[in-house]
């Protein structure tokens, strides 16, 4: 089950690094927080591809490419 915003394992704000497999090709994006809770809450409803929300990396970098129409996630 998918843990609110701040929960075990969700980071609180921000920007988050979410790894998303289509066809066995891995795109990385980064999103807002919000946009990747709600993302990850309209995948555990109907699953299309893997998301994978990457929590750490080594450097702590994210990356440049935002989340395709990433604001389509953001409203309620």
Do not use: S
């Amino acid at each position: 089950m998918l843990t609110p915003a701040g929960g075990a394992g969700f980071p609180a704000h921000g920007d988050a690094h979410l790894r998303i497999w289509l066809g066995g090709t891995a795109f990385d994006y980064r999103a807002a927080v919000a946009a990747a809770h709600n993302l990850i809450g309209d995948w555990q409803r109907k699953p299309w591809c893997a998301i994978e929300l990457i929590l750490h990396t080594a450097e702590e970098c994210l990356p440049e490419t935002r989340l395709p129409n990433e604001r389509l996630f953001l409203g309620p």
